[in-house]
């Protein structure tokens, strides 16, 4: 996400999965992914739809998910914003879609859940492109999940950091 000096979305970036991918780092396969961007009349992203080859199951291309399925009638900042801080919720469905299609449906037992420090590094990635805000955001979770606090309070501290970004802007 790109954030103007008030701290309002007024971009994004979406990146596409690779239809050659590398093994994981432990060896673990990567399943190849697509998407499909649908604009509207007027050339402006009005959704995606992301396709994926299951290794696995070794079958046909099948879809994987669409920003329609999280709700979204018009793929926008606004919007994505939005759907970020549905994200950035403990326990959020949002997350772990998110998380799940950003791995393009790889399965068990590859697939690893995302625990404090992941999630919290996932969401500096999406809120931080700037290389120093986001090492200044990872650094505060590593602080805040290392200190065993409660999930809740990971949150919290998250949108303390982000609240002080903003001013600081």
Not at 101 to 130: M, Q, R, S, W
Request: charged residues 20%; glycine residues 8%.
């Amino acid at each position: 996400m790109i954030y103007d000096k008030d701290g309002s979305a007024v971009a994004c970036v979406l990146l596409a999965p690779s239809l050659s991918p590398r093994p994981g780092s432990d060896g673990s396969p990567r399943n190849p992914g697509l998407r499909k961007y649908t604009l509207d009349t007027f050339g402006m992203l009005s959704d995606s739809k992301q396709y994926h080859l299951n290794l696995a199951e070794n079958k046909d291309w099948g879809s994987l998910h669409s920003y329609g399925g999280f709700g979204m009638v018009d793929v926008n900042a606004t919007n994505l914003h939005k759907l970020m801080k549905k994200m950035e919720v403990y326990g959020s469905q949002e997350f772990h879609d998110y998380y799940r299609y950003k791995h393009v449906g790889i399965g068990l037992p590859y697939f690893t859940p995302c625990g404090c420090e992941c999630k919290f590094t996932e969401i500096c990635a999406i809120n931080n492109v700037d290389q120093n805000d986001y090492q200044e955001c990872v650094e505060q979770a590593s602080v805040t999940c290392g200190a065993g606090q409660r999930s809740t309070s990971v949150v919290l501290m998250f949108l303390v950091f982000v609240i002080s970004k903003i001013i600081h802007l």
